[in-house]
T-cell receptor, first 115, second 112 residues
């Protein structure tokens, strides 16, 4: 069974600074996808970034980038130039490539960006 | 761009009542998923459908059932509601060929 662990229940960062959210996962499979979802106070789930396990290059989306360490089963999210609107819960998620039907989420990290 | 539509957005039911949640996936998406997110918890997978057939089942209680219709919309039926069923219920859709799931805004169910 696949598990996702986010060991930081809460984090805070000053506006304009950089913060890194940690995520580790456990799987014996080789082909999978990893995602970071943002859940603002509105409770909507918004995809932030995605990484295919077969790609060595770390995914980047504007101010968001990941550090994907496949051997270590680590998938951290770096938010640069933090903005007040980044305040949200962030969920790391894992999905097997051959089974799109059961995305596993971590427990989430509550990020607060302070002015 | 069209997104996943869920209705209703909020629902209040009494214990032992029945609730029906609806989900309209993004056009041309062939896969629909249902998730339950309790207060302060991460989303838990309930059930999914691919091309109107149930494709996978997670931690869905026997009191719950779901189906996907010919127009690809899906309904989650919840009977004999319990206080513990109070949660945010998300529907998501994707293409089987692309694992990127797009979530609806969720239905907040409160059982009193």
């Amino acid at each position: 069974a696949q598990t996702v662990t986010q060991s930081q229940p809460e984090m805070s960062v000053q506006e304009a600074e950089t913060v890194t959210l940690s995520c580790t996962y456990d799987t014996s499979e080789n082909n999978y996808y990893l995602f970071w979802y943002k859940q603002p106070p509105s409770r909507q789930m918004i995809l932030v970034i995605r990484q295919e396990a077969y790609k060595q290059q770390n995914a980047t989306e504007n101010r968001f980038s990941v550090n994907f360490q496949k051997a270590a089963k680590s998938f951290s999210l770096k938010i640069s130039d933090s903005q007040l609107g980044d305040t949200a819960m962030y969920f790391c998620a894992f999905l097997l490539a051959y089974n799109n039907n059961d995305m596993r989420f971590g427990a989430g990290t509550r990020l607060t960006v302070k002015p | 761009a069209a997104g996943v539509i869920q209705s209703p957005r909020h629902l209040i039911k009494e214990k032992r009542e029945t609730a029906t949640l609806k989900c309209y996936p993004i056009p041309r998406h062939d896969t629909v998923y249902w998730y339950q997110q309790g207060p302060g918890q991460d989303p838990q997978f309930l059930i999914s459908f691919y091309e109107k057939m149930q494709s996978d089942k997670g931690s869905i209680p026997d009191r719950f059932s779901a189906q996907q219709f010919s127009d690809y919309h899906s309904e989650l039926n919840m009977s004999s509601l319990e206080l513990g069923d109070s949660a945010l219920y998300f529907c998501a859709s994707s293409l089987l060929s692309n694992p990127e799931a797009f979530f609806g805004q969720g239905t907040r169910l409160t059982v009193v």
